[in-house]
C-alpha cells in the first residue's frame, strides 16, 4: 500500500475563498483522522470518522470547517469561506480498530492571504 | 481532557550519545502509546506502539517505556547519529475511543 495519501501538497488562496483537501486512507483501515498542525497549537484532531461515520467532531474549530467521508477510500475537509487563521498544515490519519498504529500522509500546507 | 507535556522541549547531543525524551499525560486510562517523528515540512512517522499491557517496546535503536500508572513514557534513543535529527511526538491513546492527544514535541539535535 502507498500509505495515507493527500492531495494537494500546497495550496495558496486568497481570503473568502472555499478550500477542498483531500485524503485517501490506506485500504482496509476503519479509522480515519484529520489533524490541523500550527507553531502556536502544535498537532490538534479536528474531526474522525469510523466506517464513513463522523465520531466526533468536537475539534472543528468553527461552521466554517466541515468533512465528509464519503466511502471507504476517500474523505474531504472543507473550509468555507477561509480566513487567514485557518493557515496550518492539516493532516490526514488513518488506522485499524483496536488501538493499532495511526499512519499519517504528508501533509497539506495551507495558506491563506 | 487529556494533557500531555513533553520535556525537554529542544535537545542537541553529540553525535553518539544516548539520550532520554520524557512524555508525561494526565489520565491514565490509556490502552496505548505511540511514539513518532516528524522530519522539517514531513508528516508524522510512526516509530513505536507500545499497549498499556506492555511495559516496554523495542526497535532497533529505539527503546520506548511505559509506566501508566505514574502517567509517564520514555523514549531511549542508543548511540545517536545525525539522522536521529528531528521532532519526536508522543501520544497517548485513551481508553475507549481512538483518537490520540499529541504533546508538543521534543526537538532533537544530533551533533557530528
Known amino acids: 500500500d502507498a500509505g495515507v495519501i493527500q492531495s494537494p501538497r500546497h495550496e495558496v488562496t486568497e481570503m473568502g475563498q472555499e478550500v477542498t483537501l483531500r485524503c485517501k486512507p490506506i485500504?482496509?483501515?476503519?479509522?480515519l483522522f484529520w489533524y490541523r498542525q500550527t507553531m502556536m497549537r502544535g498537532l490538534e484532531l479536528l474531526i474522525y470518522?469510523?466506517?464513513?461515520?463522523?465520531?466526533?467532531d468536537s475539534g472543528m474549530p468553527e461552521d466554517r470547517f466541515s468533512a465528509k467521508m464519503p466511502n471507504a477510500s476517500f474523505s474531504t475537509l472543507k473550509i468555507q469561506p477561509s480566513e487567514p487563521r485557518d493557515s496550518a498544515v492539516y493532516f490526514c490519519?488513518?488506522?485499524?480498530?483496536?488501538?493499532?498504529?495511526?499512519?499519517f500522509g504528508q501533509g497539506t500546507r495551507l495558506t491563506v492571504v | 481532557k487529556q494533557e500531555v507535556t513533553q520535556i525537554p522541549a529542544a535537545l542537541s547531543v553529540p553525535e553518539g550519545e544516548n539520550l532520554v525524551l520524557n512524555c508525561s499525560f494526565t489520565?491514565?486510562?490509556?490502552?496505548?502509546l505511540q511514539w513518532f517523528r516528524q522530519d522539517p515540512g514531513k508528516g508524522l512517522t510512526s516509530l513505536l506502539l507500545?499497549?498499556?499491557?506492555?511495559r516496554e517496546q523495542t526497535s532497533g535503536r529505539l527503546n520506548a517505556s511505559l509506566d501508566k500508572s505514574s502517567g509517564r513514557s520514555t523514549l531511549y534513543i542508543a548511540a545517536s547519529q545525525p539522522g536521529d535529527s528531528a521532532t519526536y511526538l508522543c501520544?497517548?491513546?485513551?481508553?475507549?475511543?481512538?483518537?490520540?492527544?499529541f504533546g508538543t514535541g521534543t526537538r532533537l539535535t544530533i551533533i557530528p
Open positions: 485500504s482496509g483501515h476503519d479509522y
Open positions: 507500545i499497549q498499556s499491557s506492555q
Open positions: 489520565d491514565s486510562a490509556i490502552y496505548n
Open positions: 501520544a497517548p491513546g485513551v481508553f475507549g475511543n481512538e483518537k490520540l492527544t
Open positions: 490519519a488513518s488506522s485499524f480498530t483496536g488501538g493499532t498504529e495511526a499512519f
Open positions: 470518522f469510523n466506517n464513513n461515520v463522523p465520531i466526533d
